[in-house]
């Protein structure tokens, strides 16, 4: 990734902050985008700038795009979870999730062409779920925001072919993040096994030493994956949805 700009959206914690790390890591000048950083004004030639980006406003997209120029990479990483059943779910509670989620990932794609189309190549990763493959009950929204996201990979890569921009989606399935422990049910589980640890044993395991697949991934195994996709080893490989799992959705 040496020579090439990336904009990881989603970057202060989970994945994204990952993501961010690792493309820093292979070479990449990285902007680094999340709605709790500082409003900034990124400057080129660094090799990591924070940037102020709210993933549903498409002005907010502008700015940062004008602001940053052209891209080689753009990962989409900001999204959040729901968990409750359809009768508690509230039309703001859905539209909140699909704005983030799903608004989010439209406009990543929509402004990551933008910053691409004139190099007339590029990588644009989006982040969905193994939940936008197999349905889980009391997350109706979340679900449906990344099966959508899926689909919105697939036309895009069709659309963005003639541009020479790839599009692909990773979908991870449970991954150790911040993300669970801001869950309305984090608490009860907490009180249910009685500390966190035994919380992350109960969703899948947390514990560094067993091996990837018997276990949650960690936020550093889904980036590996993510970069793949962003550099020229996977040139052919556009409007595909790569499962990292560990075998979930395979059953």
Known sequence: MDGTRALVTGAASGIGKAVAAKLHEEGAE?????ITFLESTPASG?????????????NSWMRVIERIGSLDALVACAGLS??????????????RVMGVNLDGAF???KFGAMAMRDRQSGSIVLIGSASGVKAVPQASAYCASKAGMRML???AALELKPLGIRVNCVSPGGVVTPMWQKMPFWKDLVDQHGNEQAVWDALGGADPNTISIQRMAFPEEIAESVVFLCCSQSAHITGADLAVDGGYTAS
Not at 30 to 34: E, G, L
Not at 82 to 95: F, K, P, Q
């Open 107 to 109: 406009l990543s794609v």
């Open 30 to 34: 990285i902007f680094a985008a999340d």
């Open 82 to 95: 729901d968990s409750r059943s359809i009768a508690e779910t509230g039309l703001d509670d859905w539209r």
């Open 153 to 155: 990979a697939r036309a």
């Open 46 to 58: 660094g090799p990591r700038t924070e940037v102020h980006l709210d993933v549903t406003d498409s």
